[in-house]
């Protein structure tokens, strides 16, 4: 359970980062918290020749408020989202996922855009930035893109960051006035890869339903938007027969969720049907109260 | 590309437990083999190897981090302890106090992983809750106790730290507030 040799780089800027990206290409691999990275290298399942480790590199750590939000640095800790006032007031929805990701010794070193970067489908940050209209900035060798949430996840461990490109920050907008947002999930326990995870934000009209976003974990490829159960949603006056029926419709026709050695198909659904009524139910409640 | 393994080793200078050393690593070695077999500091325990089980919890710079989810490269310039620095025989820290007392360990594999994992809770914590302390423990394995008497210890040293009573408080090193 060790490693194979690489070479290791500490650049200190973007540009190096991107500069040793260019000349090395698929050989190289940018390493960040490494608490993915590094169990797939002692089991050996990547092997980089080349390893840019981000840690020393300026300017990548930020969480700061701008108008219309907040951007949050690639390498900032997911301890420090976690913690951080700033977010609990301008993206509570994020405060409160924050702590389902894996254990505070992991999220004292796993970063933010690591997590969103790496894309694992059993991961809770691609769904809640996914409901939460996230955007993406990446550096390209030429120039750079801001890419929305909904293009940023491709498939399995893929995303919009190319293999010569790096995610710099994502900027996680505020919500519109009248919304509601729930976060929930289930593991066998605290800190594992939950079986299904839900996540959903709801502007409200009164009791309308204007726009509804709603995006599941661990039941497919990637974060998988639930997109039937929203248009069920969307100009429907909210009421507990209509939120079973959507939470029917999610579990049954938007997701085909995989069964392994920790659930089948039919647990995964049923879960799903249960965490999407009630995050439903709950992101109402706030909505109302706000 | 090709490197020969005598160019492929990188100085670092760290601080272990207030001490400072100095040696040459290559990449690929995880700190916790570098604490290990470089330092011969066999406290820090390797159960897995890749996140899971938590016995080879370390503090960096004041916060408890997996040490083999680290290269040894990556800790230049960084401070570390592992438990050698909590307490000696003689002067126990008062977490290993309240484990001993309250039989938290069996054959002990775990012990170290759960003590650098609770020093900084103990830090910001003085009466949780059951459910707070489970969680806190929740990111390290225990094969043989059954977590009853660890969930136990951790009252018992919140207790302790609370009354500020003579079991050992303030002796030891106390991590994140060295110099
Ligand atoms: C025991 C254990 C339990 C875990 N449980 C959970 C869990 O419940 N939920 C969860 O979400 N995660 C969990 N994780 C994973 C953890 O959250 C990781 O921190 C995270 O997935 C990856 O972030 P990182 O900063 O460690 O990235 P790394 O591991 O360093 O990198 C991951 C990948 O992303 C790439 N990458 C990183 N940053 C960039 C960038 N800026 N630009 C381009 N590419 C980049 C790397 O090249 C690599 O391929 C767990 C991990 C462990 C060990
Ligand atoms: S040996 Fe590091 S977590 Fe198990
Ligand atoms: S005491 Fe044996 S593993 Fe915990």
């Known amino acids: 359970m060790k490693p194979a040799p690489f070479v290791y780089f500490a650049p200190q800027t973007v540009d190096e980062v991107m500069d040793l990206l260019r000349q090395y290409g698929d050989d190289a691999k940018v390493l960040a918290g490494g608490q993915s990275f590094i169990p797939t290298m002692s089991f050996r399942l990547a092997q980089p020749e080349v390893v840019i480790d981000l840690n020393g590199v300026e300017g ?70 996914s409901v939460l209209n996230g955007r993406f900035r990446i550096r390209r060798q030429r120039g750079e893109d801001w890419v929305a949430a909904d293009d940023f996840f491709i498939s399995l461990f893929e995303t919009a960051v190319g293999p010569e490109d790096l995610l710099l920050e994502v900027e996680i907008p505020d919500l519109a006035p009248g919304s509601g947002w729930a976060f929930q999930e289930f593991s066998r326990r605290q800190g594992d890869f939950a079986l299904v995870g839900v996540a959903v934000v709801l502007e409200l009209e009164g009791h309308v339903c204007r726009q509804a976003r709603l995006a599941l974990l661990s039941v497919g490829e990637g974060p998988v938007r639930a997109h039937l159960g929203e248009a069920a949603l969307e100009g429907q006056p909210m009421g507990a027969s209509l939120l079973q029926r959507v939470a029917e419709i999610v579990a049954h026709q938007d997701i085909d969720p995989p069964a392994d050695i920790h659930a089948s198909k039919d647990y995964r659904r049923h879960l799903a049907e249960v965490l999407t009524r009630r995050t439903l139910s709950q992101a109402v409640a706030r909505a109302a109260a706000d | 590309m090709s ?41 820090t325990h390797v159960g897995c190897e890749h996140g899971v089980c938590g016995a080879c919890t370390i503090l960096l710079d004041g916060a408890a981090v997996r040490s083999c989810l680290m290269f040894a490269v990556q800790s230049h310039d960084h401070e570390i302890e592992t438990v050698e620095g909590l307490g000696t025989a003689e002067a126990l820290h008062p977490l290993q106090e309240a484990f001993r007392d309250t039989h938290a360990l069996q054959c002990g594999f775990c012990t170290p992983g759960f003590l650098m994992s609770l020093v900084p809770f103990l830090a910001e914590h003085d009466d949780p809750s059951e459910e707070e302390i489970r969680h806190a423990l929740g990111g390290n394995l225990c094969r043989c106790t059954g977590y009853q008497n660890i969930v136990e210890a951790v009252r018992l040293a919140c207790r302790r730290q609370r009354q500020g009573d003579a079991h050992g408080l303030g002796e030891g090193a106390v991590p994140g507030e060295m110099s």
Not at chain 1, 72 to 78: D, E, L, S
Not at chain 1, 95 to 108: D, G, K, V, Y
Not at chain 2, 15 to 40: A, I, K, Q, Y
Request: aromatic letters at 2%; one cysteine or more; proline letters at 7%.
């Open chain 2, 3 to 43: 490197t020969t393994a005598a160019s492929n080793r990188h100085p670092i200078r760290l601080t272990v437990n207030g001490e400072v050393h100095e040696r040459e690593v290559e990449p690929r070695l995880l700190l916790s083999d570098f604490l290990r077999h470089d330092l011969r500091l066999t406290g």
């Open chain 1, 60 to 129: 990548l750590a930020g969480l700061r408020e701008v108008d219309n939000g907040l951007h949050i640095g690639t390498m900032c800790r997911q301890r420090t989202v976690e913690r951080s006032p700033l977010v609990a007031r301008r993206a509570p929805l994020l405060a409160e996922t924050m702590p389902s990701i894996a254990h505070p010794q992991i999220r004292n070193r796993g970063t933010f855009g690591g997590s969103l970067a790496h894309a694992d489908p059993a991961s809770e940050l691609p769904a809640v930035v």
